[in-house]
């Protein structure tokens, strides 16, 4: 483990988006993410984190816990689970910890965390909110693709995904709504989505209002998204979901992601494994949680106008695992 000395830096970067990246809650052009970077004894671990406004977070504010953490005695990740909450802050320094101990063990993180080597994921593809008509033009440039994942938003959902199966016949669809449905049209969505060939749907209902998934019959599976954070969250979705979408952003770093994993397999959730919009930096910790997962979202950079160098290695949707030069 990391103990001192040690010194703890962040700072902000901000990334163009290719184009616009639209949901229920709002549009951005540009992803703002934090780079924690720990040094010991001329090394260096890197971990990158973006903050959500859906849970109160910044850029700034995440960057300031990051330099508070920097004035500690000593620095372990387990010390970092118990004082530090669930959030980006804690996932950019968790990241950069397993960085730093795998590059002063010359060993690849994987080796330290006991798991198995990771080998290529295909990732979901995000076309964004729109119109029907452009959602479709959307879909159908991205019909080549085998994973699409489609934003909705509420009135007119079940056009939507119409108008993208018809683009995109051949194409495995999930949807994610972002909260975006209420009790009265989720079945009638549901069933638009079920009647569309749509294997999968995401935090359909608000966080807090989702008991309502309890009562129905679920034609396709519903996975947790807002409504799930760290390993704690995961007992309350038994009943309501079908799976949960893992986050190091929600979760606070791959040590907690890796241990809700194995209480999500426990409790027989399905796993999904997403990502925010950001560079390669933060998919790379993501893609071993991902391993043998129902569904890989971790199409970040491929939603960005360029990404960090050196990147990890996209072939299409077949994301390969880091090289010891970018993370790990």
């Not at 939507?160 to 009790?183: C, Q």
């Not at 807090?208 to 019959?217: F, P, S, V, Y």
């Not at 929600?250 to 907690?256: H, M, Q």
């Not at 893609?287 to 106008?305: E, N, R, T, Y």
Request: charged share 25%; hydrophobic share 45%; proline share 7%.
């Amino acid at each position: 483990m990391t103990t001192v000395p040690f010194q703890l830096r962040a700072h902000i970067e901000r990334w163009p988006i290719a184009g616009r990246f639209t949901i229920s809650r709002g549009s951005k052009t540009e992803a703002a993410v934090v780079v924690a970077e720990i040094s010991r004894n001329g090394v260096t671990g890197r971990g990158e984190c973006v903050p959500y406004p859906r849970y109160g977070e910044t850029p700034d504010a995440a960057a300031d816990t990051i330099h508070s953490v920097g004035q500690w005695a000593t620095l372990t990740r387990e010390e970092l689970r118990e004082r530090v909450p669930p959030g980006a802050a804690r996932n950019a320094i968790d990241c950069a910890l397993w960085d730093l101990e795998a590059k002063e063990a010359k060993r690849r993180v994987w080796e330290l965390a006991d798991l198995p080597p990771p080998g290529p994921v295909t990732t979901a593809y995000t076309i964004s909110l729109s119109t029907p008509d452009d959602m479709a033009q959307a879909a159908s440039a991205a019909a080549h693709r085998p994973l699409l994942k489609v934003k909705l938003g509420g009135d007119g959902d079940d056009a939507r995904i119409a108008a993208v199966r018809r683009a995109a016949p051949a194409a495995t669809l999930i949807v994610d709504a972002n909260e975006a449905w209420s009790e009265a049209n989720l079945p009638r969505n549901l069933d638009a989505c079920a009647a569309a060939g749509v294997v999968l749907v995401e935090q359909p209902l608000p966080a807090g209002q989702d008991e309502a998934l309890a009562h129905i019959i679920r034609p396709i599976p519903v996975c947790a998204d807002e409504s799930a954070h760290a390993t704690a969250s995961l007992a309350a979705l038994v009943g309501r979901y079908d799976a949960v979408n893992i986050k190091l952003d929600k979760t606070g770093g791959l040590t907690e992601a890796l241990a809700m994993r194995r209480e999500a397999d426990r409790l027989g959730l399905r796993i999904m494994v997403g990502c925010m919009v950001a560079t390669s930096l933060a998919m790379a910790p993501a893609l071993l949680v991902a391993q043998g997962a129902f569904i890989v979202d971790l199409d970040g950079p491929l939603l960005l106008a360029k990404d960090r160098t050196p990147a990890l290695r996209y072939e299409g949707s077949i994301l390969h695992p880091p090289e010891v030069a970018l993370w790990g």
